[in-house]
């Protein structure tokens, strides 16, 4: 007769044990990927909201810079302000032909009757020639960016 030695092998629970256990690990490491994924695309967002927000000021600062006082006489550069709105003047020389002073009056608010509030962007163009004064347009701009608009100039 035999002795009975060591068995070999598994048994069934241990296997089911072992399976749990990989099922449980499985769904924490899931469960993690899944947050760090959603933060990161949250993330994302609002680094895209910060620099569509920061282009946007950026283009309302350089335009400011080029603001010039007032064709008309008067000594001032703004022609209104307010909280959420300015008016201002501003000037530049077209060098096409025929090459002409050209003053502008811009207009940016915040209109807020529109969800989410929108910066906007209002230019009147004069060209002032030796004889002649032309209003050559009138356009109105959503700014997210400087990209939206060209450049007086």
């Known amino acids: 007769m035999r002795r009975p030695g060591p068995r070999r092998g ?3 629970v241990e296997i089911l044990i072992g399976a749990i256990l990989m099922l449980v690990v499985g769904t924490v490491l899931v469960g993690v990927i899944t947050i760090a994924y959603d933060s990161q695309r949250t993330i994302s967002g609002q680094n895209l909201a910060d620099a569509t927000a920061r282009a946007a000021m950026d283009s309302l600062v350089d335009n400011l810079r080029t603001a010039s006082a007032d064709p008309a006489g008067s000594n001032s550069v703004l022609s209104a302000a307010a909280i959420n709105d300015i008016t201002y003047y501003g000037e530049y020389y077209n060098t096409a032909s025929p090459p002409a ?3 502008y009056t811009v207009r940016y608010w915040v209109d807020s009757s529109v969800s989410p509030a929108t ?9 002032v020639s030796p004889r002649i004064a032309i209003v050559r347009g009138s356009f109105e701009t959503k700014l997210p960016g400087s990209a939206d608009f060209p450049p007086f100039g």
Not at 119 to 127: V, W, Y
Request: aromatic fraction near 6%.
């Open 10 to 12: 598994v048994m069934l």
């Open 101 to 103: 002073l050209v003053f």
């Open 119 to 127: 910066l906007k962007r209002l230019a009147m163009e004069r060209i």
